[in-house]
């Protein structure tokens, strides 16, 4: 759980989110995670 929400805050967050986002099509099928998105509007 925290390696999706950390790879999700970085996606949202880097200058260079492109290797976070490989992240999360690779091991979460391409999905953020929904509690940091919340957390982040």
């Known amino acids: 759980m925290k ?3 950390s790879m ?3 996606a ?3 200058d260079d989110p492109d290797i976070f986002h ?3 099509r690779r ?3 391409g999905q953020p995670d929904d509690a ?3 957390l982040l509007q």
């Open 3 to 5: 390696f999706h929400s």
């Open 8 to 10: 999700t805050l970085f």
């Open 12 to 14: 949202h967050t880097a």
């Open 22 to 24: 490989e992240a999360l």
């Open 27 to 29: 091991y979460f099928e």
């Open 36 to 38: 940091t998105l919340a």
